[in-house]
């Protein structure tokens, strides 16, 4: 009956983790202070290749799939399926709901959507990573680099993985043709904050919320 319990939970994890860090992904754009380094590297590819934002995040996704699905598949799931085929269509609904209720122009409500959007993300992560049921092709990078690799902590990896993907969204935006100006749109404060500070962040809920979650009440 406990692993029963325990199972249950774990899908009802990976599914809202996922569901959930789409729409925080959506409040990140709605700011408009910088996206997660993730996010930034989408933005840059985006700039560089016509396709529309869903579409865009299936294919990227897919590639890194394969990089798990080589070196360990253990991490592909139910969580992995709902974030490659359904994450940008949520991140879109986010933020289009977002602009509809509240005012962009007001940098109160920026700040206070980033300051949700970036906590939530951090603690649905660690949600749905804990679930393990399967991440989401990008954390699964630093994963394995951590637990199959060996090289370094998760949260160190994950600073280093995010500091790429910054670097590389900003190197796409320009060859696109993109100008300085409009750097700011998708790599800002908001993106160096989550690069130095989501991996931590997601740790700290792992072990203080997620497992705890997991495993209330299911040990005697």
Same mark, same amino acid.
């Given at each position: 009956?406990?692993?029963?319990?325990?199972k249950i939970k774990r899908i009802i994890m990976s599914v809202l983790g996922v569901v959930f860090c789409g729409i925080s992904v959506g409040f990140f754009k709605f700011a408009a202070f910088g996206v997660?380094?993730? *996010?930034?590297?989408?933005? +840059?590819?985006?700039?560089?290749?016509?396709? /529309?934002? +869903?579409t865009l995040n299936v294919v990227v996704n897919a590639v890194l799939l394969l990089f798990a699905l080589i070196f360990d598949r253990h991490y592909i799931g139910i969580g992995t399926m709902v974030n490659l085929f359904l994450l940008g269509y949520?991140?879109?609904?986010? *933020? +289009?709901?977002?602009?509809?209720?509240?005012?962009?122009?007001?940098?109160?409500?920026?700040?206070?959507?980033?300051? =949700?959007?970036?906590? /939530?993300?951090?603690?649905?992560?660690? $949600?749905?990573?804990?679930?393990?049921?399967g991440v989401s092709t990008?954390?699964?990078?630093?994963?394995?680099?951590a637990e199959k690799w &060996? =090289?370094? &902590?998760?949260?160190?990896?994950?600073? =280093?993985?995010?500091?790429?993907?910054?670097?590389?969204?900003?190197?796409?935006?320009? $060859?696109?043709g993109g100008t300085l100006s409009g750097i700011p749109a998708f790599v800002g404060i908001g993106t160096?904050?989550?690069?130095f500070f989501m991996g931590p962040l997601i740790d700290f809920f792992n072990r203080t919320v997620?497992?705890?979650i997991l495993y209330k009440k299911t040990k005697k």
């Open positions: 009956m406990n692993i029963m319990n325990i997660d380094p993730f *996010q930034s590297l989408m933005s +840059g590819i985006d700039h560089l290749v016509p396709l /529309s934002y +869903g949520i991140v879109e609904f986010s *933020q +289009g709901a977002l602009n509809a209720v509240l005012p962009e122009e007001s940098t109160v409500w920026r700040v206070i959507i980033f300051i =949700i959007g970036f906590v /939530s993300h951090c603690f649905s992560s660690a $949600i749905y990573m804990t679930a393990d049921l990008y954390d699964a990078v630093a994963i394995i680099m &060996k =090289i370094g &902590k998760f949260k160190y990896i994950r600073i =280093i993985t995010d500091f790429v993907c910054v670097v590389l969204g900003i190197t796409l935006f320009m $060859i696109g160096i904050l989550t690069a997620a497992q705890p």
